[in-house]
């Protein structure tokens, strides 16, 4: 079975040849073309470029240029995804292989949900340290410090709309991005606590 892809997945990019496992995290989840990747990188050299290139398919899409660091390179991401729902992961950090977008698409279109949410596993060197659990997005829930895990969420283009990163805060704009979305827009959510994203403590 072939589609139209329906789920853009932005990945900010510098020097990080770990990307490979990401852009395959991906891919090898994809059994039904449901995505397309945009690699948003920030300038990196000539290694981790041919790095990315080799494991990109050719309906996904990279920019290079340099940038002000991640949330100017989610901001550019943002921009550029043209699917109908969008995820994000870092460069260093992965899909786990039964991640199921086709199923994430599925909610979507049945439920007319803004987001879907899963959980997410924090490793150091490969040995599991935490489990964040999806959590609605309610003000309430951020407000006391039940945040849900951003990489293992999924998001309806037209809800996030003009909305972006506030390139002021240097380590609290995910925070500060996501508080204005649920203030402006109070979105649905599905919420599922199974692992979707494997996050490497660090970077």
């Known amino acids: 079975m072939t589609s139209e892809p329906k789920l853009g997945i932005i990945i900010p990019s510098y020097n990080d040849p770990r990307i490979r496992q990401a852009i395959a995290s991906v891919r090898d989840s994809d059994c039904d073309n449901l995505t397309r990747i945009y690699i948003i990188d920030g300038g990196s050299g000539d290694l981790t470029l041919t790095v990315i290139r080799e494991a990109l398919r050719t309906t996904d899409v990279l920019v290079s240029d340099k940038d002000a660091g991640i949330f100017d390179a989610l901001n550019k991401?943002?921009?550029?995804?043209?699917?109908?729902?969008?995820?994000?992961?870092?460069s260093d950090d992965f899909f786990v292989a039964n991640i199921n977008f086709s199923q994430i698409v599925s909610v979507f279109q049945k439920l007319d949900?803004?987001?879907?949410?899963?959980?997410?596993i924090f490793i150091d060197d490969f040995r599991l340290r935490r489990r964040?659990?999806?959590?609605?997005?309610?003000y309430l829930n951020y407000c006391t410090g039940r945040l849900f895990p951003h990489f293992s969420s999924f998001w309806k283009?037209?809800?996030?709309?003009?909305?972006?990163?506030?390139?002021?805060?240097?380590i609290a704009a995910d925070i500060d991005f996501f508080l204005r979305l649920?203030?402006?827009?109070?979105?649905?959510?599905?919420?599922e606590n199974?692992?979707?994203?494997?996050?490497?403590?660090?970077?």
Do not use: N
Request: proline letters at 3%; aromatic letters at 12%; one cysteine or more.
């Open 182 to 191: 649920i203030a402006a827009r109070a979105p649905t959510s599905w919420v």
């Open 132 to 138: 964040s659990f999806a959590r609605r997005p309610s």
């Open 113 to 120: 949900v803004d987001c879907v949410l899963l959980d997410t």
């Open 157 to 170: 283009k037209q809800t996030v709309g003009d909305l972006r990163f506030d390139l002021g805060y240097k």
């Open 194 to 203: 199974r692992v979707g994203t494997i996050m490497r403590i660090g970077g």
């Open 77 to 90: 991401g943002l921009e550029c995804v043209r699917e109908e729902y969008f995820g994000w992961i870092g």
